[in-house]
């Protein structure tokens, strides 16, 4: 299977957990997102963005690093917890 079309399953995931964020779905959500990072392929390929920062996945903020780029995205719980 190639990383896109993983890419898009696990997304797909995501959309159905977030559709109902309870905190089971954000737990299992947080599993699910360990076992995507091992897959080789970037957060954006999923096309879950929202759901993601839904479940407590990503967020969005300026990267003190680059600010001259604006908002970003930050993916993972490390980076959500950031805030």
Known sequence: MSDRSCAEIFGRVFNILAEKPTEDHKQVA??????CEACGFTPDQMYADDALATLGLARVGEDPRHPEHGDVWFYGPEQVDLV
């Not at 947080?30 to 076992?35: G, I």
């Open 30 to 35: 947080r599993k699910v997102w360990a076992e």
